[in-house]
């Protein structure tokens, strides 16, 4: 996730059936059967009662089960995982469920662990959001053709089994789930929901199970946004203001228009629309196209002068506090030993494979359809309605499933969706229209990761026991200027600060501090947001405390974990595998570093090799603590995942800006990791009774300063600037 987009997390409302004003019910589909839950209706609201009713899942004659996912799948496998407790629940076949993204019903599709108010996907929170209900929904509807069943057969529900998508009695009488759904969806929805005991579980946390969307993806048959193809449909690229906060002043399309198979050159909301009958023709439509800029309102600052900036506002005090206990100042003053550090992180692309799509069509009724990877659907909705100059219910969408994520698709303006809805609104609305971002647009037209400067200050007693530690975070805010901007709190943006102001470690007095200068660059959430550089400060500059008490590293966190189990279990775990008391392989030196992100514990043991000024990572050993753990497998991906994806960005990773131009625009100038310096990884997961929280994020935070901290094990060079291949030439 995002991966992903990540919000303060609220406590889970327990939505049992009858509280807290949620019902669960039924509803016969096409002969049938719809499992869902609703808000409880106000008295006398007839309108709502007889409104059909939306669902988790639907069961058709023909055997198709159905989940109705409120998770967007950017390849994290949210589909899998409320496929997995939709399956659980009603004892189905894997081979006859089929899962699609809903849409339209924030009481019913909002996300739990963000409050609820909207139908998010973000902040590795799909399985926080849909443990509950899903389940529910699940055991909901086996209960209800179990009771089809039983009076259909006339034997008790007690003597009915539910295995592999039938319904058998000892008796020799037996029925598909399609067979039985019309007459379920009679039966009255169960009051009482009994879910499973964990030791009947087969299919949570089974080990074997894979993803039920592997083949398809693998065989290259399934489709995205970039595969659809409508009747009719043209195909547009971009041309969008190449600074930051500039807008068309005016442009000439005649020499593009004068090219085979270019239809139109159009202004929308946000740049210039090259439409043509096919991709190529759009592309060669684009190079003919003259544009004239205001540049007048645009951020013409480079990158070197944005964070020389920065590093000047980290030597002041911070504008804002976000943690203050005890009293560091004084602390400091009286420390025995004082260390202190700064460290940088440059702006980071979400560069996902697939770039930004969405196909638009206007129909002859004003109705408006939006293919795409909706990552928040109903805002989606709302901004299509409103490029359109319609109503949100007039606007239809297709939820696909996107190549790649990272958070970008989830943005406060729909760029995308104002690029495609605005260019066919511009073409009249006659024809379907696919915008193409090409890669180039992806990267110089992109939201960002924000820069940062951390100032890292800590005493010592004489004992080498931290007793003052202080951390100043520089960077831009990333809910400031957006919707959510209610989210900052006494000057203090939540996603600057996660990973630093809630840390466990037992820092007796301690204050972060945050200054959050305003800057043009539009910047986004990342996966794993503000943990991609806090944890990089905390992480290394602990390293340094431990070398100077004379402690071993990972004892050292230990101590200052000794009130945090769940904290210190993955770090023994991970240290434990690793083998960290022993010798590493001869040329081959271990760092270690601890993040908790999104709630999930995870510690990272790094073997490399530093020679020459090259590294190369040979081996990560992970240990991760996400509760139970619903798809082991998925898991393992998703941690796998978001270490190569944290290792390419400290690596090599830079997206800089030159007087407010991005300089980058490909894989080959932006590189995140080829395949070949991918290392080996074992992931070892803490078996959990607890609830289960996200991995699509948690991977990600601890391998930049585990790596780091064995490059100083390597070469006696602390790294305090990323990417790393800039700090080790400098």
């Known amino acids: 996730m995002l991966t992903h987009l990540t919000m303060p997390r609220l406590a889970m409302p327990d939505i049992k059936a009858t509280r807290r004003g949620f019902l669960l019910g039924s509803a016969a589909v096409a002969g049938g059967l719809a499992i869902g839950f609703r808000p409880a209706l106000a008295a006398g609201d007839e309108a709502a009662a007889s409104n059909p009713f939306d669902a988790y899942l639907t069961i058709s004659p023909d055997d198709r089960v159905t989940v109705i996912s409120s998770q967007f799948d950017m390849g994290q496998g949210a589909y899998h995982g409320v496929a997995t407790l939709v399956v659980e629940e009603l004892g189905a076949r894997w081979d006859q469920v089929d899962v699609t993204g809903g849409y339209g019903n924030i009481k019913q599709l909002g996300n739990l662990a963000m409050g609820g108010a909207a139908q998010m996907t973000g902040g590795s929170t799909s399985m926080v959001s849909s443990w509950d209900r899903y389940r529910m929904a699940g055991a909901a509807a086996r209960m209800m053709l179990v009771a089809a069943a039983a009076a259909e057969w006339g034997v008790p529900e007690a003597e009915i089994t539910v295995a592999d998508g039938m319904l058998s009695h000892a008796s020799g009488s037996k029925a598909s789930f399609g067979a039985l759904a019309a007459k379920a969806a009679t039966m009255p929805a169960p009051a009482d929901v009994k879910l499973k005991d964990a030791a009947e579980w087969t299919q949570i946390g089974n080990a074997d199970l894979r993803r039920y969307d592997s083949a398809a993806k693998t065989n290259g048959t399934h489709s995205f946004t970039i595969d659809i193809k409508l009747p009719d449909m043209l195909t547009a690229v971009m041309i969008h203001p190449p600074k930051f906060g500039a807008t068309v002043k005016s442009f000439d399309g005649t020499a593009a228009k004068a090219l085979p198979g270019v239809v ?3 202004q929308t909301p946000r740049g210039v629309a090259v439409v043509g009958e096919h991709m190529w023709a759009a592309i060669k439509g684009r190079e003919a196209v003259t544009v004239e800029w205001d540049e007048s309102g645009a951020e013409t600052r480079g990158s070197d002068a944005i964070l020389a900036e920065y590093r000047e506002a980290a030597g002041k005090a911070p504008e804002a506090t976000a943690r203050k206990e005890g009293d560091s100042a004084a602390a400091m003053g009286s420390a025995a030993k004082v260390l202190e550090a700064q460290y940088e992180y440059p702006y980071l692309a979400h560069a996902a494979l697939e770039p930004l ?3 638009a069509r206007i129909n002859a009724d004003g109705t408006v359809e939006v293919w795409g990877g909706h990552q928040m659907p109903d805002l989606n909705q709302f901004v299509a309605s409103k490029v359109a100059g319609t109503t949100p219910d007039k606007v239809t969408l297709h939820v696909m499933k ?5 958070g970008r698709r989830a943005v406060a303006d729909a760029d995308i969706i104002v ?16 915008v193409q971002w090409t890669r180039d647009n992806d990267m110089k037209g992109g939201r960002y990761r924000p820069a940062y400067v951390h100032a890292m200050k800590a005493g010592l007693d004489a004992d080498g026991k931290i007793v003052a530690w202080e951390q100043h975070i520089v960077g831009q805010s990333i809910f400031k200027g957006t919707p959510m901007e209610g ?4 000057g203090v943006d939540p996603l600057s600060v996660e990973g630093a102001a809630n840390l466990h470690y037992a820092f007796p007095n301690q204050t972060i501090g945050l200054t959050s200068p305003d800057v043009g660059v539009p910047v986004l959430w990342w996966r794993s947001v503000a943990s991609t550089h806090t944890a990089f400060s905390v992480e290394t500059f602990l390293d ?21 189990p769940r904290h210190a279990g993955v770090i023994r775990l991970a240290a434990e595998k690793a083998g ?22 995870v510690a990272q043991v790094v073997e490399l090799t530093a020679d020459g000024g090259g590294i190369k990572v040979h081996k990560v050993v992970c240990a991760v603590d996400c509760g139970v753990a619903i798809n082991p497998d998925n898991v393992r991906a998703q941690i796998e995942g978001g270490i ?3 290792l390419g960005s400290i690596l090599d990773e830079e997206l800089t800006l030159s007087g407010g131009e991005v300089d980058q625009a490909n894989y080959d100038t932006y590189t995140p990791l080829r395949i070949d310096a991918m290392p080996e990884i074992e992931v070892h997961i803490v078996p959990s009774t607890e609830r289960p929280t996200g991995v699509g994020e948690p991977g990600v935070p601890p391998i930049g300063p585990a790596v780091a901290n064995a490059i100083y094990a390597a070469t006696k060079k602390r790294v305090r600037m990323l990417p790393v291949s800039k700090a080790m030439s400098s």
């Open 402 to 406: 996107t190549g790649g994520g990272f």
């Open 419 to 434: 690029d495609a809805v605005g260019t066919a609104a511009a073409l009249g609305g006659n024809r379907p229209v696919k």
């Open 264 to 266: 139109d050159v159009v």
């Open 357 to 359: 799509n969405a196909v």
């Open 544 to 564: 340094e405390l431990a070398e100077a008490a004379g402690a071993d590293p990972v004892e050292y966190r230990l101590e200052l974990l000794r009130e945090a």
């Open 644 to 646: 190569g994806f944290g």
């Open 487 to 490: 989210m900052i709190q006494n």
């Open 580 to 601: 960290w008391s022993t010798p590493p392989p001869e040329g081959r030196v271990r760092g270690f570093a601890f993040a908790e992100s999104f709630s999930t514990y």
